[in-house]
């Protein structure tokens, strides 16, 4: 038998972001109990008035819970109560300071008046035309995004992106997904295929919809792009199709074929992935990579500006310039750069790839030639600049992106005005981004891709410079010698020892300060006790460094005690005691924490794996404000899930970064992830500082396990059947 509760929510203690279980006080009406619940809640705010269905139960270690089964949201009836709805930030325009001059002036009629006589609310001290017109815009909205969240959660799905969907479709919204609710995985950030899917089966969409059939396997190949294949082999990804959609073969080869003849995938007969030696591309990507090997092709073959360099007068010149003695690999790597058209440069840290990168723009630039120099994140050109004397910029920038035309203005037409393109952390680059770079290379240019291909390749889909070196056509310049500088960092040292497959060298601890460290603990809660120790006051007190701008926790993983997620929560209580915090959804965000964008959002201008400061949350205009490197960007609430706390950030998201120091949790729960290249990456993101904390068995299965993850990809074939032989 289920039981009614009525209150007022009064703190959100846990809530997961996928599930959305949560865990809550709610102030009971009528007394001043709290009592905890328990349940599938979405989209609820501090102070709203609930009205829950559910059963009394007791936890063995939490005691009496009552746990929900359903619940509406009901509009607060006492002025308190009324003030701490509004100020919760839920209505555009009012923040805790308005509510309460609201709830003073109009008492527990304060919502009748915004809903029916906004223009009253002028009497109320501070309040404009302007002001009324975005209450009014807010609470209309409000009750739009109620009306379709009730619709969604009334199909037991999560309504979490009740905004975005009211943000896309407006009015229509619920029209929209009642007629096609595939049309959420597509046009929505966030909402993936398995979420409409639910939404289909509750509307009455059959299992053997062809509709349901090609949504599907559009999902089932951006997944794999996710995982950073750039095609699949035809036969098995009509099994992994088949496992998701549990709907006959037949099917999902129809609706294969339909999604050819609409040219939104490619299948490509091949001869050699899968037993029918045909690979399948979604378009999109299809056209990236066949255009990334054309345009590698063009710049190689075309002829290129007069290039008469003095090879000996201009080594001779660049190394006076830079007070050096080049290595004999330098040097042939310099050479190369006088005569060849596209050259690659790799190496691991210490091998001086900065140091030759300086002396070719030298070179280039006493000559009267243009260069231009990039580097996949604003922290890579950041570090190029400072490093090499001469400007950088993100490759996004530097191709100029137009948020009106939805695309970057430099290409084929428009090209870059330069004799020479560099570059850097090209290892990060993948296959889309390096398709719209090439497109804007001039023919008669020079092209010059520098990385370090034993880390891990690009968080997108393929892996372009490892594919351009492979395939043998490319000339590639692979330094090996470590500086005699750079041979006294046990970073490098590591790095390098890793690397080649052995165990780093971990001296015994004494006095004397070094770069490198390593703390054996087993225990997942020590570990994690140890990362804020160490962040909190270890590293800081040692070595002067600040917890948040200079200190980066890295884990291989998001989930467990010791995965990013978990650190990031608790690394948000220690080091940032802010007051100044907005929570919706389980998720609180504070003035001074340290966020990363996780998406690219060609608007605001702000990319993938951006790190950046919370400096503001402005509730009643329902904004947040975010410093990335001295570039302030806002956030209006609704965009909040393109952020993420970053105190602790994954592995993988940490390429292109360099950190002060680094702290990384090792232990073998994370056997999952546990990579040669993966470990190598997280050493070299270090500049002065790599702490590791965890097992040695941990340490040892990562050097050991050198098998990268395969990725699907033809870059390497293409090349080689287009290039000159």
């Known amino acids: 038998m289920l039981t009614e509760l009525q209150g007022q929510l009064e703190r959100i203690t846990y809530h997961n972001r996928d599930s959305h279980y949560t865990v809550a006080k709610l102030k009971v009406q009528g007394t001043r109990n709290l009592v905890t619940i328990v349940g599938n809640l979405v989209y609820v705010s501090l102070g709203e008035m609930l009205k829950l269905k559910g059963s009394w139960d007791v936890h063995p270690r939490y005691g009496e819970q009552f746990r929900v089964v359903s619940y509406e949201v009901v509009v607060p009836a006492t002025a308190k109560g009324i003030e701490r709805y509004l100020g919760s930030g839920l209505i555009k325009g009012i923040g805790p300071v308005m509510a309460k001059r609201l709830v003073q002036k109009f008492g527990d009629k304060t919502l009748d008046v915004i ?213 004999d690999g330098q040097k042939s790597a310099i050479r190369m750069a006088m005569e060849k058209k596209v050259l690659v440069i790799t190496g691991g840290p210490g091998t001086g790839k900065t140091t030759l990168i300086r002396a070719i723009l030298k070179i280039y630039r006493r000559s009267g030639r243009n260069v231009l120099m990039a580097a996949p994140t604003g922290r890579a050109a950041k570090r190029m600049s400072e490093a090499t004397g001469f400007e950088a910029k993100t490759i996004h920038r530097l191709l100029e992106f137009s948020p009106k035309q939805g695309d970057f203005r430099k290409n084929e037409e428009y090209p870059l005005e330069t004799d020479l393109v560099v570059i850097d952390e090209a290892s990060m680059v993948d296959t889309i981004l390096m398709h719209s770079l090439l497109k804007a290379v001039p023919r008669d240019a020079v092209l010059v891709l520098v990385g370090d291909v034993d880390q891990l390749p690009s968080v997108g889909a393929g892996n372009v410079l490892k594919d351009i070196i492979d395939s043998g056509y490319i000339p590639t310049v692979r330094l090996n010698e470590i500086f005699r500088q750079a041979s006294q960092s046990l ?107 996780i998406r690219n959002n060609y608007d605001k201008d702000v990319f993938n794996g951006d790190i950046g400061v919370i400096t503001s949350i402005d509730k009643e205009e329902q904004e947040l404000t975010v410093d990335y490197d001295g570039r302030r960007t806002a956030y209006d609430f609704s965009e909040l899930d393109e952020i993420v706390l970053a105190y602790a950030v994954s592995v993988h998201k940490s390429q292109g970064s360099e950190y002060p120091a680094v702290v990384l949790p090792l232990l073998t729960q994370h056997y999952m992830m546990l990579q040669r290249n993966l470990l190598y990456t997280a050493v070299t993101r270090g500049k002065k500082l790599v702490v590791i904390i965890g097992t040695k068995k941990a340490l040892a299965m990562s050097i050991k396990n050198n098998k990268q993850q395969m990725r699907y990809t033809r870059l390497k074939e293409r090349l080689r059947e287009i290039m000159p032989h």
């Open 115 to 327: 809903e029916n006589d906004a223009d009253r609310l002028r009497e109320a001290e501070g309040i404009g035309s302007k002001r009324i017109d975005m209450i009014r815009t807010a609470w209309a909205d409000q009750k739009e995004v109620r009306e379709v969240m009730l619709f969604l959660q009334g199909h037991e799905v999560s309504a979490a992106y009740a905004a975005r969907i009211y943000k896309q479709y407006g009015r229509n919204s619920i029209s929209v997904v009642k007629d096609n609710p595939y049309r959420l995985a597509e046009d929505i950030f966030g909402v993936g295929f398995l979420t409409a899917d639910k939404i289909a089966m509750k509307l009455g969409v059959p299992k053997d919809s062809l509709k349901r059939a090609a949504a599907g396997i559009l999902y089932v190949l951006n997944k794999l792009s996710d995982e950073g294949h750039v095609c699949f082999p035809y036969e098995p990804l009509l099994d992994e199709c088949g496992k998701i959609l549990e709907t006959e073969r037949d099917i999902i080869i129809e609706a294969c074929r339909r999604a050819v003849e609409e040219r939104k995938i490619i299948v490509e007969e091949t001869g050699e992935a899968g037993d029918t030696g045909r690979t399948v591309y979604l378009a999109g990507l299809h056209a990236a990579e066949t255009g990334v090997a054309e345009h590698i092709r063009t710049v190689f073959t075309a002829p290129g500006k007069d290039r008469l360099f003095d090879k000996d007068r201009s080594l001779e010149w660049v190394q006076k310039e830079l007070n050096i003695n080049l290595a």
């Open 491 to 597: 970073i490098i040292v590591n790095a390098h020892r890793i690397n080649n497959g052995e165990f780093p060298l971990l001296p015994p601890d004494r006095e004397e300060l070094r770069d490198f460290y390593f703390i054996q603990l087993e225990d997942p809660e020590e570990v994690c006790r140890m990362v804020l120790n160490m962040c909190k006051n270890r590293i800081p007190e040692k070595f002067g460094l600040n917890p948040v701008k200079d200190i980066q926790v890295l884990s291989p993983m998001h989930r467990g005690v010791a995965g990013a997620s978990n650190l990031n929560i608790e690394l948000q209580k220690f080091l940032n005691n802010s007051q100044d915090e907005f929570s919706r959804g389980g998720k609180t965000l504070k003035t001074g924490d340290k966020v990363m964008q």
